[in-house]
């Protein structure tokens, strides 16, 4: 039995190898490159192939998939939106994601977010690098404990992300069109989003970035967010209309903003993995801004998250080559 993964990093690399030890039926082999049609042929003779990536996983890629007979893409992490399902399906090429990786991870980077955007770290941090202290000290903060955090999407990382501020004393609000649980003691789930907006002072995102969800912050929905609001994404690029986002900073609308997911991810990927300077004028305008804090799609990255993420991944092809069903199959 062989599998094929792509796109391993040095620290997914050690993670695959501790777990062929223990696979010894498998013939693993470790690709550094993202998974493209062109590549796929070292994939031949697989069960299929696993794949952790931002770049597009296209009609071509799964039109050779199929001709080599590799039925199964198992990725590595949970979004979906840079999967041409409908060729998928042409192809009959099956996927599976990791669903929940590391909710835990996600919920506190969200905090850690927060927390920063509360004191104004930002704008302190650039004060700091010209010697303008004095300016840094006159910048007012928020306390958490104070604000009313929106939660958008109510599964197992905004339920950990409203907990936590919860916690921390803040009055915390959600929203779930799909969610049908009991209501915690401590939170209030509204039944839209644009009454979920107009009470929340800090709005953080956790939907999928499926096509209904594309701009669910657009220049509308910012707008009924109350005067010097916080918006947090580290979801998925394509829930925030990023000139709209603009637009709303520097008008003073919204006090800040932390994003960790970039709307046009996919098309400055190519410049971040070549180390070349990022010339996309959006990304170069958001990232400008003085509060703004930009971090590159790492709200998932801790050590728990990474061995589930390898190791969920290699258990859904194992699952297709043992029964014909994968454990967490995803079909759009």
């Given at each position: 039995?062989?599998?094929?993964?792509f796109?391993v990093?040095?620290?997914?690399?050690?993670?695959?190898?501790?777990?062929?030890?223990?696979?010894?039926?498998?013939?693993?082999?470790?690709?550094?490159?993202?998974?493209?049609?062109?590549?796929?042929?070292?994939?031949?003779?697989?069960?299929?192939?696993?794949?952790?990536?931002?770049g597009?996983?296209?009609?071509?890629?799964?039109?050779?998939?199929?001709?080599?007979?590799?039925p199964?893409?198992?990725?590595?992490?949970?979004?979906?939106d840079?999967?041409?399902?409908?060729?998928?399906?042409?192809?009959?090429?099956?996927?599976s994601?990791?669903p929940s990786?590391?909710?835990a991870?996600?919920?506190?980077?969200?905090?850690?977010?927060a927390?920063?955007?509360?004191?104004?770290?930002p704008e302190?941090?650039?004060?700091?690098?010209t010697?303008?202290?004095?300016?840094?000290r006159?910048?007012?903060?928020?306390?958490?404990?104070q604000?009313?955090?929106g939660?958008v999407?109510?599964?197992?990382?905004?339920?950990?992300?409203?907990?936590?501020?919860h916690?921390?004393?803040?009055?915390?609000?959600?929203?779930?069109?799909?969610?049908?649980?009991?209501?915690?003691?401590?939170?209030r789930?509204?039944?839209?989003?644009?009454?979920?907006l107009?009470?929340s002072?800090?709005?953080?995102?956790?939907?999928?970035g499926?096509?209904?969800n594309?701009y669910?912050l657009n220049?509308?929905?910012?707008?009924l967010?109350?005067?010097?609001?916080?918006?947090?994404?580290?979801?998925?690029?394509?829930?925030?209309?990023?000139?709209?986002?603009?637009?709303?900073?520097?008008?003073?609308?919204?006090?800040?903003?932390?994003?960790?997911?970039?709307?046009?991810?996919?098309?400055?990927e190519?410049?971040?993995?070549?180390?070349?300077?990022?010339?996309?004028?959006?990304y170069?305008?958001?990232?400008?801004?003085?509060?703004?804090?930009?971090?590159?799609?790492?709200?998932?990255?801790t050590n728990?998250?990474v061995?589930?993420m390898?190791?969920?991944?290699?258990?859904?092809l194992?699952?297709?080559?043992?029964n014909?069903q994968?454990q967490?199959?995803?079909?759009?």
């Amino acid at each position: 039995m062989k599998i094929t993964a792509f796109g391993v990093s040095q620290e997914e690399r050690l993670i695959f190898e501790k777990w062929a030890q223990t696979h010894p039926e498998v013939e693993l082999r470790l690709v550094t490159e993202w998974l493209t049609a062109t590549n796929v042929t070292l994939a031949a003779g697989s069960i299929g192939v696993s794949a952790f990536q931002t770049g597009q996983y296209d009609a071509a890629l799964f039109e050779k998939m199929a001709a080599l007979a590799l039925p199964v893409l198992a990725i590595r992490n949970v979004g979906t939106d840079n999967i041409d399902f409908a060729a998928a399906a042409r192809y009959k090429i099956q996927i599976s994601n990791v669903p929940s990786y590391s909710p835990a991870g996600i919920a506190e980077y969200v905090v850690t977010l927060a927390l920063q955007l509360l004191r104004r770290m930002p704008e302190v941090e650039r004060l700091v690098a010209t010697d303008q202290l004095l300016a840094a000290r006159a910048l007012t903060g928020r306390e958490l404990s104070q604000q009313t955090v929106g939660v958008v999407g109510f599964g197992h990382i905004g339920q950990l992300t409203a907990k936590l501020f919860h916690q921390m004393g803040a009055r915390v609000l959600a929203f779930d069109a799909y969610y049908h649980g009991a209501e915690p003691t401590w939170l209030r789930l509204l039944p839209d989003l644009p009454s979920l907006l107009a009470e929340s002072n800090l709005v953080t995102l956790h939907v999928p970035g499926v096509a209904a969800n594309r701009y669910l912050l657009n220049a509308t929905n910012l707008a009924l967010l109350p005067e010097q609001a916080l918006v947090i994404n580290t979801a998925r690029g394509n829930l925030i209309e990023t000139p709209a986002l603009i637009a709303a900073l520097r008008s003073g609308a919204l006090a800040g903003a932390a994003i960790d997911t970039f709307e046009l991810e996919d098309q400055i990927e190519p410049a971040v993995q070549q180390r070349q300077p990022i010339s996309d004028p959006l990304y170069r305008e958001l990232s400008a801004l003085p509060n703004v804090l930009v971090t590159p799609h790492i709200a998932y990255h801790t050590n728990v998250a990474v061995v589930n993420m390898v190791q969920d991944s290699l258990a859904n092809l194992l699952a297709y080559a043992c029964n014909g069903q994968l454990q967490t199959p995803v079909t759009r």
